[in-house]
């Protein structure tokens, strides 16, 4: 009634593309909506955002969003045009590559992964190829992935030849009953599931090296304060949150922990609720001071504030980072069901970028 020929043809092509994307995103997840664990936290996909349902916004277009972070510890303002160019360009490929996927209707968690992988293979960040020095010269590697719709995860930690620690965590949580695998049995996990291994030096290059014989210098002199040199040498760590066009959430989180870190350290990157997590409502992926984002459980005290407090992402993000958080602890970057993005730190600055399908774009390093 009084809608024209072309005006259907349109709403019909809406409501299709929808449905492939629906179903598409679907046969990627694998299923796994309803199995592995968890009952989720009782919100359907999209809700609360405000914007449509299931991740569809009330003009028609699909709703995606996605924040990336190269560690919050960042270049110092002054270093060399070049190597601020090239950490721009590679936030920039990770972030054209999540917007690329978001957009083709791939699932959240495959998304984050995938962002992850790419830049653990990238020897500017602290992940993968780049990782930090342990005290004895040697690289020990932790990763986790969430989804959060279906409270799904998985972690490992302290790995040594896993070439993509993330892509082991995928599948500790798609292939296991289990959360988080350290050490040695890890590395036996990863006999069994085909991964790409490397030799421990595979992870090495220069500019790490000469941040770990710095922390050594430092040590011969020194109080645990003394090795934190430059925030360069203190941080580093990659990861990605995302919303989909489900609806859907995850967080994936990948580090090389810390230079000089020794005694099988841990930090909170592989920590569930600690350095990643991701329900209906929220995902996070924190990065720096590891131990004092485990002693607040900083990334799932942000989904509780946003769930039981009934704040904001944003408001939850900055009273964790500003209020909870001690100056040059670090920082996180978080996004919700409605598509909001927050990415507070409290250090020098943090590699980051950020994007969703209400035209938000950026990629930033310091405050500028
Ligand atoms: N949070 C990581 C850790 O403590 C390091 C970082 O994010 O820079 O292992």
Redesign the pocket.
């Known amino acids: 009634m009084g809608m024209s020929a072309t005006t259907l043809t349109k709403a019909a092509w809406c409501l299709a593309t929808f449905l492939l994307v629906t179903l598409a995103s679907t046969l990627v997840m694998g299923g796994c909506a309803g199995g592995g664990g968890g009952a989720g936290t009782g919100v359907g996909s999209g809700a609360g955002s405000g914007s449509g349902v299931g991740g569809v916004r009330r003009d028609g277009a699909a709703l995606w969003a996605v924040a990336i972070h190269g560690?919050?510890?960042t270049l110092d303002r002054g270093a060399p045009a070049e190597q601020i160019k090239a950490y721009r360009a590679a936030l920039e490929g990770a972030l054209a590559e999540a917007t690329a996927r978001l957009e083709r209707g791939e699932a959240a968690v495959d998304v984050a992964q995938a962002v992850v992988m790419r830049l653990e293979d990238d020897a500017k960040f602290?992940a993968g190829v780049g990782a930090a020095f342990t005290a004895e010269g040697g690289h020990e590697l932790?990763a986790s992935i969430m989804e959060g719709h279906t409270l799904r995860c998985g972690a490992v930690a302290g790995v040594t030849t896993v070439r993509s620690p993330i892509g082991l965590a995928r599948l500790v949580m798609d292939r296991t009953r289990h959360v988080l695998l350290a050490g040695a049995g890890a590395e036996r996990f990863a006999d069994g599931m085909g991964v790409a291994r490397v030799r421990n030096a595979h992870f090495d290059t220069p500019r790490r090296r000469e941040m770990w014989e710095q922390w050594k210098r430092e040590q011969a002199g020194a109080t645990s304060a003394a090795i934190m040199g430059t925030p360069d040498v203190?941080?580093?760590?990659v990861g990605c949150v995302v919303l989909d066009v489900r609806g859907h959430l995850a967080s994936a989180?990948s580090?090389?922990?810390?230079t000089g870190?020794r005694w099988g350290?841990?930090?909170?990157?592989p920590v569930i609720g600690a350095?990643t997590y991701a329900d209906a409502r929220v995902a996070v992926s924190?990065?720096?001071?590891?131990?004092e984002?485990i002693r607040h459980g900083v990334a799932r005290a942000l989904a509780s504030r946003v769930e039981l407090a009934g704040e904001s992402v944003d408001e939850a993000a900055r009273h964790l980072v500003f209020k909870v958080l001690k100056p040059d602890d670090?920082g996180l970057i978080a996004v919700d069901a409605g598509g909001s993005i927050s990415t507070p730190y409290n250090s020098e600055g943090m590699y980051r970028a950020g994007a969703s399908s209400r035209g938000v774009r950026f990629v930033s390093i310091w405050q500028e």
């Open positions: 560690g919050a510890g602290n932790d203190r941080f580093g760590t989180t580090t090389g922990g810390l870190k350290r841990v930090g909170d990157s350095g924190c990065t720096g001071t590891g131990e984002f670090g």
